[in-house]
Every structure is written in C-alpha cells, then in structure tokens.
C-alpha cells in the first residue's frame, strides 16, 4: 500500500520561501507510470494543482503560479519537494502531496495534507 | 473561474439516487476523457471515487458510477447514506499548460 506523507514548516513570513518534503513509503517514486504532485487547497475553498515531476527529469507546473514554484525529486531518500518562492498571505493553504496515475488520469493516493499559514 | 463548472450543492435523502455534473466550459479539457472524481469529506484528504470517466477504484461501493455526455460529465450515487455526506470535485487533465483542473466542488447533504 502505497503512503505519501508530508513535512516541513507550518509558519513561514511574508517573502520567504515555503520548503515541503513528501516521504513515499509502500513503492518506489522511480517506478514509471506516475507523476509526483502537490495540489493546494485555500481554507474552505476547492482543490489547485500546483505541479508535477516526472522522474526528475519533466516538471510541469501551473502557469498561475509565476515561476515562483520548483518540484525536485530525491531517489536515495524516496521523497519529493515543494518550493514555492516569495509567499504571501494567499498562500496560506493546505498542501497536499498525491500520486498522479497516467494511466488513470486520476491522482490516486494522497498524503494527509499540511497546514502551512503564511504571515508574520 | 474554474475550466470546471459544479453546483455549489446538492442534497438527498437516504436511499434515494442524485447526480453531480460537471460541465466544461471551454475546449481546454480536450476530449473531456480523463475526468476523475473525488469525495472529500471534513478535515480529511480527497479520495478517488471514479477515474476515466466511469471506472471505479478496487474498493469503491458500486453505489458510485460516473458518466459523460458532450461536456458534461456526472457522477451518480445511487442509494445514498449517511456517510456519503461529504465534497465532491470532479477534475480532468488538460491540453493546456494548466495540466489538471479542478471543478470549484459540491456539497452533498444526506437529508
């Protein structure tokens, strides 16, 4: 059974970067067949895909974001990273971190979500 | 605004069926063939109920079927209960650079 697990702070300042760690546990992140992604959800709002890495090699991340946002990927340790440059208070989310199945189209195992509340 | 458009909410009553549709409003989402739908109930991570349109997960009730007509797609839960009580997103990948959209949700309430 595969497990996605997220890290790191619940507090960061305006400006500052938001750093994430997602640990996969039940499988390899370096099995083909699969996108390594973060989605984001506001408080009481819907679900934004934020991006993906494919085999730390093709990274895709949505436009929205500005550039501000790097998705690296770690075989030794089996996880995978956010960053996301330059926070603001609308920033302030839950972070998910989820398996994206290409064959399904679906995203189809999800870590628990973490709070990260941006403001000084 | 989303490329996804959902009702804000729906409700029913235990045993009785109802259907979330998803309409998308632009060309974006291609063939509209990777639609996906999720259940997220409060406080808890979204599930995968239905992938591909209309394929169903191991382990999720048969109570969940998902179809697609144009660009709408639905999701059909049949026999409803009490536990079904949670958000629904519907989400399909994209031939833009936003690669996976999301619909804004929809609460269902068990009566």
């Known amino acids: 059974q595969v497990q996605l697990q997220e890290s790191g702070p619940g507090l960061v300042k305006p400006s500052q970067t938001l750093s994430l760690t997602c640990t996969v546990s039940g499988g390899s992140i370096n099995s083909g067949g699969y996108y390594w992604s973060w989605i984001r959800q506001h408080p009481g709002e819907g679900l934004e895909w934020i991006g993906f890495?494919?085999?730390?090699?093709?990274?895709y991340y949505n436009p929205s974001l500005k550039g501000l946002v790097t998705i690296s990927l770690d075989t030794s340790t089996n996880q995978f990273s956010l960053n996301l440059g330059s926070v603001t208070a609308a920033d302030t989310a839950i972070y998910y971190c989820?398996?994206?199945?290409?064959?399904?189209?679906?995203?189809?195992?999800w870590g628990q979500g973490t709070l990260v509340t941006v403001s000084s | 605004q989303s490329a996804l458009t959902q009702p804000a909410s729906v409700s029913g009553s235990p045993g009785q069926s109802i259907t979330i549709p998803c309409t998308a409003i632009s060309s974006d989402v291609g063939g509209f063939n990777y639609v996906s739908w999720y259940q997220q109930h409060p406080g808890k991570a979204p599930k995968v109920m239905i992938y591909d349109v209309s394929n169903r997960p191991s382990g999720v009730s048969d109570r969940f079927s998902g179809s697609k007509s144009g660009n709408t797609a639905s999701l059909t839960i049949s026999g409803l209960q009490a536990e079904d009580e949670a958000e629904y997103f519907c989400s399909s990948y994209t031939n833009t650079n936003t690669l996976v959209v999301f619909g804004g949700g929809t609460k269902l309430t068990v009566l």
């Open positions: 890495i494919y085999y730390s090699v093709s990274t």
């Open positions: 989820a398996r994206y199945a290409m064959a399904q189209g679906s995203f189809d195992y």
